[in-house]
């Protein structure tokens, strides 16, 4: 399997403030993405991290609040914008190993916003 | 498109005792299915998943899940609960093709409680 790194794994954030969440996978991998999980909710996807191209965001996710950078096949970023309580989730990376058919995740980091 | 239901948001049982989750999926080509399982405070680990060979699939910590395709169900089983088995399960369809590849649309989740 495996090994996705999340930085940071919890903080606790000021309204208003931005948060920029990494994501570092062990090895090559061709689709990342990123998920949220609003607190006693299911996950969602937010937007699938394109390498060298901009992500590609689901219904109701926008770039403005949620810019994503994907510079290499091992790395990416998620930034949570001008943030409100409502955003206090759990963001999870997720990367797909085609050959494989399958998806691990990262630890999540989770976030609180105050 | 593709979706998950999971009946029971909240399942208990009792050390021993057999663990069934259930998870039926929509899908218009043929699926692939997961199951994941959350500890608290933890993140998801895959427990196993169904890819178009064998429909019982067996998984890690004891589990299985049989695919049937005339019910559209992907239900997860163990014979015997352990407490250690509490946690949040959440079952998923996998989208393998084109451009959407590798998205996940997953249940709302079953917590799953067991009691000594």
């Known amino acids: 399997s495996a090994v996705i790194s999340q930085k940071p794994s919890r903080d606790i954030c000021q309204r208003g403030t931005s948060l920029t969440i990494q994501c570092q996978v062990d090895?090559?991998?061709?689709?990342m993405f990123w998920y949220r999980q609003q607190p006693g909710q299911s996950l969602t996807l937010i937007a699938t991290?394109?390498?060298?191209?901009?992500?590609?965001?689901e219904s109701g996710f926008v770039i403005d609040k949620f810019p994503i950078s994907r510079p290499n096949l091992t790395f990416s970023t998620l930034t949570v914008s001008n943030m409100s309580p409502e955003d206090s989730s759990i963001y999870l990376c997720?990367?797909?190993?085609?050959?494989?058919?399958?998806?691990?995740f990262g630890e999540g980091s989770w976030l609180t916003v105050v | 498109a593709q979706s998950v239901t999971q009946l029971g948001s909240h399942v208990s049982v009792s050390e021993g005792a057999l663990v069934l989750l259930r998870c039926n999926y929509s899908?218009?080509?043929?699926?692939?299915l997961f199951w994941y399982v959350q500890y608290p405070n933890q993140g998801l680990q895959l427990l196993l998943k169904?890819?178009?060979?064998?429909?019982l699939v067996k998984g890690i910590n004891g589990f299985e899940a049989e695919f049937k395709k005339s019910e559209t169900s992907f239900h997860l089983t163990k014979p015997s609960a352990h407490m250690s088995d509490a946690a949040e399960y959440f079952c998923?369809?996998?989208?393998?093709?084109?451009?959407?590849?590798?998205?996940?649309?997953f249940g709302q989740g079953t917590i799953l409680t067991v009691h000594p």
């Open positions: 997720s990367v797909a190993y085609s050959a494989l058919n399958t998806i691990y």
């Open positions: 899908s218009s080509v043929p699926p692939y």
């Open positions: 991290a394109n390498q060298g191209s901009e992500a590609t965001y």
């Open positions: 090895s090559q991998v061709t689709m």
């Open positions: 998923a369809v996998f989208n393998a093709g084109g451009t959407s590849y590798g998205k996940l649309t």
């Open positions: 169904y890819t178009s060979a064998a429909t």
